[in-house]
C-alpha cells in the first residue's frame, strides 16, 4: 500500500462514512469510488461488452416451475471474481433499511445474503463467484469466501467496517478480490506451503536414511564387544572388510575344525537329539529348511540340527561359519542359556544371526537376504545381522514399517523424530511456543555448535511432555500426547541443521492438514519419496464427499433452527426488539444445536494420514463458528467453554499402517489447533495441549483374528506356499518365466471374524484401491481366502473396497449408522460390483443411494485412476426423497492438483433414485437379454500367458493351422502389430503334441511354466489352451465367414467385420452375426445411444460397451 494509494483510501472514507438514506440513489457512485480508492479498473458501461461480465445490474433469469420467465438484478458483478449486493442503514428508524443495529436492520442485512446467494447459484450465471459480499454503504462489508462451492450461512460472514481500508493488509485483499481472487484462495497458498515444507523434509529424511548409525555411536570398552572397526561405514560394511565369504587364516582355524567339521567328535546323545530334532521340526524350521536347499546361495551348503562343540545348531553353513537359530517360546524364556551360546560360538569365531519364528514367516525376504549377505556378502550390501554387530534380526522392518517386535525400524526412528520436529515447528509457529525457541537455538546455537543439538532438542522434547521451564526461555506448556513419550533425537552435522532450519523458517501455521499427511508420510517413507511431487488428491475433491454425506443434513437442520429462530424472534407488535424471554428461548434452540455438533462422532475406517478426517473436521469447525455467531447475535456477549467444543475426539479412525496411524493423529491436532489460535488468538489452550483420546486405532478395519500361523498340508506335512510373482530366463528359450524357488507362505488365520467398528454417526472414507484379482497377490491367499468365507453374503467378484461398503450397509441398515460415504473403483457401477448395492437395495430395511459421482478424477499411491463417490442411508418410501447424480463433464488438466480441481466442472441432476448402476431415470441395467441373442456375444479370448504370442518372424517355424492373425483394440483402430496366436483349443495335450509338435514344444517352453504357478486348478491343468478359450461362443463361429466386433472401451463405437479366422483380444467384443444387415443395427444412432446408457464409462469421454447388457438385450 503506497502513500498515493492510502491518500485515495482516506478521501473515499471521508466522503461515505456514516452516510445513510438512499441504497438505490447511491449504490453505483459508492462503487464507483471504491475502484478508484482501490486503484482498480471500475466496470464499463453495461451492454458494451457480450454477456455483461462485469457490470452494475447484472441480468439473472430465474424461471418458475410453469416456465415463466422473470430478471432480477445483481447490484455489482465482476465475473469469477464476486457478486454484490448493497443495503443502507441508518441512525434514525424512519430511513434507509433500518436504524443499524436493531432487529429491522439485521433481519436486512441477512435477508441481502440470501438474495445474493440466490443470485450466484443461478445456473445461467455460469461460474459461482469466489466472493458474495454484501454492503451497508457507508458503513462496512460482509464477506463469504465459496472456493468450496459454499458460501455457508450468514453466521459464516467476515466483517470489514469501511474504516478498515485504511490498513494495508485489508486493502490488499481488496484489491485481489477484484483482480485476482484466486491468490486469496486458501487451499492453492496452503498447498503450495505444504509441498515446500514436505520438500525440506525430505531432504532431511533421505540424509538420515542414507547415512550410517544416525544415533548416537555405540561405546567402546568394557561389555561391549563392538569395535571402532565393528561399526557401519558409508559403503555399508565393516571398515577394512572386504566380505564373510572368504576368510584369513586364525589361530583358531585347526581348532574351529575339529569343532565343526567332518571329524568332529560327536557324543552319541548328541546325535540321538539332533535325529529327534530333525524329525520334529517347528513350521518355521521347515520353512526356512525348504527355503535354504532351494535357494543354494552361490553353492552355499547348510546343515540343519547340526552338533558344534556342547551344541546342537538349527542350521549351519560351513564354509561361511555361519550359525542360524530359531527362537520360539522354548527359546524365549532361556535369555541366559543362549547368551552362553552365543558367546561360546562368537570366541570360536562363528557368526550367529537369531531369527525369531514371526522373522520367517512375515519377512521372509528379509531373512533370506540378512543369511545371503553373510554368506557371499555385497561389497556395498549392509552389515550382516549377527554376533559382532549391533543389528539384530528384530531390525527387520516389517510390511507395517516396524522392527519385528520392536517399536520401529531405522526408518521408523527416523520418521518418528521428524514428526517431533514438525509439531514443534508448527507449535512454535502458533505462538504455544513463546519466541520462537527452536529456530532461534537452530540459528544460533545448534549450528555453530552440533554437539549440542541433540540433548538439548531432548530435554526441550522432554519438557514439552511434562510441562516446565526451559534453559531461560520461560515456561513451556504440557503437550503429553503421543508425539513425545520418546524425546529421542538424532546427532546431526552442520548441513543437515541447516536443512532443518530452512523447514523451520517456513509458515508452519499455514500448513493445509488436508494434504499435509500425504506429502509428509511421502516425505518419510523411502519408497514413496519418489512421489513427492506426484498426483495428491487436493481438498476440493474430499470435501466433495465430505459436504454431501456429513454436513448436507447438518446445514439443512440448521436452515430449519433458523427458520425457527426468525419465528421465536417476532418482536410483539408495536416493538422494535424481541423480548428478554424471546431470546432466551431461542438461546436454547442455539445451544441444542451447540450440543449435538459436539457429540457428532465421524469414522474413517480407512483413515490413511487422516485427510478425510482434517476435512470433516474443519467444516464442522466452521458450521460451529457459524452458530456460535448467531448465538451471539442472539444472546450478547456468552461464555463458551472450550472444552466443550467440537474437538479430535469426535473422529475416529482406524488404520492398519503404524505410520500413517501416526501422522493421521498429528494432522487432526494440527487442523484443531489451527482453528483454536484462529478463533481464540494468541490465548493459551488448556493443558495437556495434545490429549490422549486414542481416536485413531492401529488396526485391519475388515478382518479380526486371534494370530496366524503358516498353513500346513495335512497330507504331507509341509507348509503351503504359492509362487510370489518373481521371473527367471528360462535356461532353453530365453524368455522370462517364473522362479520356481520364489515361493510366498499361506497362512492360516486364528478364530477369523468380522472386525468390530467404533460406534458412529456418519462414515466417510477411502478405503484401499485393490482390485479382486490382485487381492491374493496384494494381501495373500489366506488372507483373501478366509475374508470371503468370514463374509459369505458379499460376492466373490468384488473388490477389496466393497467389504468396507458392506459394513456400511449394514450398519446403515440396522439403525447403528445414519450415513455413509465411500470412494470406491469406479468399476463399481459394473455387474461384479454392483450385486452387492443391489443385495442392500433390496434386502429388509434398504439403503438408497442419496448422492453419487460415478466417475471422477483421483489419486492413488502417487498416480492418477478413477473412482466413482457414493453416499448412502436408510431409505424411507413413505417419504419422497431427491438423489443428486454429479457427472464430470470438463477435466483440464493444469500444473498443480489444486489448479486442476479449480478448472474440473460437474453437472449436476437432481433424480428420484440412483440405481446401483449409478445412473438415473431409467433403470437399464434391469434389461433383460432377448433369446434370440443367446451366445451370440462374447469378449475376445483371456490368454492367461503370453507364450502363446508369435511375431510375424517366428511363425514362420510353426505349423500353420494352429497359428492365427491376433487382433486387440488398438490393432483394430490404428495400425495392426503383425502379432499371431497358438490356438490349439478343442486338443488334448496328447493330441497336440502328436498333430502339431512344434507348437506344443513351443507352448510347453513358454506357457506351461506360468500356468502351473497359477492359483486356479483349471488354469494350471489346461495349460495349453488359452485361459479363457470362450468355448460356448467358437460354436456360433463354425458355419460363418466374418463376425461383428467393436472395441469394449473407446472413445466413439465403431463397429467392423473380421474374419473368422481372426482371433480377438479380450478387450474387444464379438457378435456372431455375418450379416450387414445387423452391423448396420448397431452402428445406428439409436443402438450407440442404448450402449451409452446401458454400459459403463472410464473416464470423461470413454465409454465401456457391455456384451449383457448392451448388445444381447438390443440384437
Known sequence: MTPDDTQRVVAFIDKWQDSEDNERANYQTFFGDLCIALGVEGPPPKGSTPGDPYCFDKDIKFFTSDKAESTRFADFYKESCFLIEAKQGSQDSSKGHGKRGTKTYRDTMQKAFNQAKSYAYNRLLGSLPPFLITCDIGSHFEIWEGFSGEYGSYGARQRVNLADLKQAEVFDRFVKIFNDPQALNPEKYRARVTREVAAELAKLSRWLEENPSPLAPLPVGEGNRNTPSDLPS?????????????????????????????????????????????????????????????????????????????????????????????????????????????????????????????????????????????????????????????????DLPSPLGRRAGDEGNHPQAVAQFLMRCIFTMFAEDVELLKGEVFTTMLRDRWIPHPETFKPEIEELWRIMNTGGNLFGQGRILQFNGSFFEDATAFELPKEQLETLLKAAEKDWSQVEPAIFGTLVERALEKKERSRLGAHYTPRSYVERLVRPVVMEPLRQEWDEIELELKRLLEPASGAEEPTANQRKKAEQEIRTFLD??????????????????????????????????????????????????????????????????????????????QWYFKRYGNAEPPEPVLQAFGNIENRDAVLAYDGK????????????????????????????????????????????????????????????????????????????????????????????????????????????????????????????QRKLIELHQLSNNPIRLFFAVPDHPWSDEGAAVRIAMTGAELDNPDIAQMADLKLVINEPTASTPEDSAEKLQLDSKKAGKIFPNLCAGVDVSKALPLNSGQDLCSRGMQLIGGGFRLSEEEVKGIEPDVVHLYLNGRDLLQTSRGSYVIDLFGLSEQEAMTKFPKAYQWVSDRVRPEREQNNRKGYRENWCIFGEPRANFRPALKDLSRYITTVETAKHRIFVFLDRKIVPDNMLVNIALEDAYFLGILSSCVHVLWSLSAGGRLGVGLFRIQGGNCIMSYV
Open 709 to 832: 500361523e503358516p498353513d500346513v498340508d495335512p497330507k504331507t506335512g509341509q507348509v503351503r506356499t504359492r509362487w510370489g510373482g518373481r521371473m527367471m530366463t528360462h535356461p532353453v528359450t530365453g524368455e522370462e518365466v517364473p522362479d520356481p524357488t520364489d515361493q510366498v507362505v499361506i497362512y492360516r488365520y486364528l478364530n477369523a471374524r468380522a472386525a468390530e467398528w467404533p460406534e458412529a454417526d456418519y462414515v466417510v472414507s477411502n478405503p484401499p484401491f485393490i482390485g479382486n484379482s490382485p487381492m491374493r497377490d496384494r494381501l495373500g491367499d489366506g488372507y483373501t481366502e478366509i475374508i470371503r468365507k468370514t463374509y459369505h453374503v458379499v460376492p466373490e467378484t468384488v473388490d477389496y473396497v466393497m467389504y468396507w461398503w458392506h459394513k456400511c450397509a449394514d450398519l446403515v441398515r440396522s439403525r447403528k449408522l445414519k450415513r455413509f460415504g465411500l470412494i470406491t473403483t469406479n468399476t463399481i457401477r459394473q455387474t461384479w
Open 234 to 394: 558409508p559403503l555399508g560394511r565393516r571398515a577394512g572388510d572386504e566380505g564373510l565369504s572368504t576368510h584369513e587364516s586364525t589361530p583358531w582355524d585347526g581348532e574351529f575344525s575339529r569343532l565343526t567339521g567332518r571329524w568332529r567328535q560327536i557324543p552319541d546323545e548328541f546325535v540321538e537329539r539332533a535325529r529327534e530334532l530333525r524329525k520334529n521340526q517347528t513350521p518355521a524350521e521347515t520353512l526356512l529348511w525348504e527355503l535354504l536347499r532351494s535357494r543354494r546361495f552361490l553353492g552355499a551348503k547348510f546343515r540343519r540340527q547340526h552338533e558344534i562343540g556342547p551344541f546342537i545348531a538349527d542350521f549351519y553353513c560351513h564354509d561361511a561359519r555361519l550359525v542360524i537359530e530359531l527362537d520360539g517360546k522354548v527359546h524365549l524364556t532361556q535369555g541366559l542359556r543362549d547368551q552362553d551360546r552365543n558367546n561360546w560360538m562368537q570366541a570360536n569365531g562363528l557368526t550367529v544371526l537369531r531369527f525369531s519364528n514371526d522373522d520367517v514367516f512375515e519377512h521372509t525376504e528379509d531373512v533370506l537376504s540378512a543369511i545371503a549377505e553373510v554368506v557371499s556378502p555385497s561389497p556395498l550390501a549392509p552389515l550382516p545381522v549377527g554376533e559382532g554387530n549391533r543389528n539384530t534380526p528384530s
Open 596 to 673: 449435538k455438533l459436539q457429540t457428532i462422532k465421524i469414522l474413517d475406517p480407512a483413515c490413511g494420514t487422516g485427510n478425510f478426517l482434517y476435512v470433516s473436521l474443519d467444516l464442522l469447525k466452521g458450521l460451529e463458528a457459524e452458530v456460535q455467531t448467531r448465538l451471539v447475535d442472539v444472546a450478547g456477549q456468552v461464555q463458551l467453554n472450550v472444552l466443550e467444543q467440537i474437538n479430535p475426539s469426535q473422529f475416529l479412525g482406524i488404520e492398519i499402517n503404524p505410520r500413517a496411524a501416526a501422522i493421521a493423529e498429528l494432522v487432526i491436532w494440527i487442523g484443531y489447533l
